[in-house]
């Protein structure tokens, strides 16, 4: 029976090293029984992944959960918090053992890494899909909002911005490079973000806002924007690329319009009160996380682009993952 | 664009009449923040319904919403817990405003009932599937789990079993009624289960173990013997029929062996000490639910079926949702 089979699927997620002491009752009965650290706040994210419209059906399993969980995992990531648990929902046409055993291979590597225990689930026949709920601790009160955010306050992002467009043009075969070690390390950069976990913890008492640039930062910052009642002024020459984007996008305009649109990034978009500045570069030193400011909140509303100080009417598309 | 669609999808699901307190902060930021009370464990359970699956998709959304929720608050239910928040990831081909609306007001009607919050979730484009996260409360160390049930204890269930078997085979065309409103009955005893949720509370401190019937009595039956060690015998002449089942099964042998299988009950089935025996009823008195003893765990192992002191060979075919 179909049934059954989905059931043996179950098992494969029942080896994992993770052990934490927090989980009373993991996996096999009707629900998990945990424990929340006395003095914090639970935070819980969920996030779908469906084939054909996060990611192709035919990508490598591995990639696909790294993608799936490495997405979640930076919703915990933006609001400070540690993560803890996670809860698996995975509907799949028919049982495939090769396939599960590369996406279990991508999860659990990515779980172990963070200490994130699975504590349950459902494995369901259908569509290929995957859908994660992650929760994590945060110290009663110190979660980083959208919402907290004040008029001159700085504008900041982790790491570089771009690359992760430039990876899913490749993946789709909209463009073609000639260097096949490019391609891999931004295919890679693509399927393989790494969730600013630490960063985001670093940055508690420190960031007045954060989230995570899951639609690209225009965007993204926007939603600060309208939870604080704020504009911004953002300056695309500070925007940080890496080699690898300039390398696959030369012309610079356009490698930092890619910046500014570039979803599933992954990297955190913060804002600072100016009396915090000094702290950012400290706070963050021990998490090997660099943080760039690219412009300041004002008292009007929306975003702004310039570049030495001189207004850019620049045209932007929204990134929107394969949906056109 | 397709992705801001889907966000605005996101909007139906803001207008809800739950407002907890232990819930910070809800929908609309990266995370909700959330507070467990002081002396309870968490219990998390996760539930896929997938189009095709476990549900036609054309059925009534409003029937669908609660039968998702429902097997998600059994899950709670079973271990004894209170209901508190659900996540809610939700894929569909296109935004339906029509099915939207009637999903939103299933699904609102059961949370509401039951005081759960929707705390987040994600809206996104593919085949149509809904993928719930709930999650509860229950006294430290008062959960009822699978593995507790011990050698003599006695076998309960709750309610009536084989109406949800009955609803689906008219669903599914299998078969047909001339009574129009024995139809419109069993369907809905299909769709639109109540979760034990009083009851299971009820039973804490009295049952041994328990767990809800997803699968099928006999099946469900299986997981506690497995987790405790031990057999059972259970008399086929207690198992609680409805007269609806009997109209719809004349044949009571038949009857009772769609009992034994039905799945998608969202009955609870328990093991009670002897000692508990007489606590059963009087726990369970105010929340007006049934339960019915049909058996006893011995030191074996297995399920043997008997009628009149006598035992039955009977060969019994395993629910299987839509699937086979």
Known sequence: MAKNEFDLIAHYFERQAVDRRDVNLAIGDDCALLTVPEGCQLAVSTDSLVAGTHFLADADPALVAHKALAANL???AAMGATPAWVSL???MPEPDETWLKGFCQGF????EYYNVQLIG????K???SITLTVQGFVPQGQALTRSGASNGDWV???GNLGDS???L?????ERHLSSEALTQTLTLRHYQAQPRVLAGQALRGIASAALDISDGVMSDLGHILSRSGLGAVLDVDKLPLSDELLAFEPDEIKARQMALTSGEEYELCFTVPEANRGAVETALAHTGVKACCIGQLHAGSGIALQSNGQPLDWQLHGYDHFAE
Chains 1, 2 share one sequence.
């Not at 659990?108 to 779980?111: C, D, G, H």
């Not at 689930?121 to 369901?124: Q, Y």
């Not at 043009?169 to 075969?173: D, F, N």
């Open 89 to 91: 929902a995975l509907t």
């Open 156 to 158: 900041y992002v982790t």
């Open 121 to 124: 689930g459902d494995t369901t």
């Open 74 to 76: 930076s919703d915990l």
């Open 126 to 128: 259908g569509p290929l």
């Open 165 to 167: 467009a430039a990876g």
């Open 169 to 173: 043009a490749l993946i789709l075969g």
């Open 108 to 111: 659990f590597a990515l779980a």
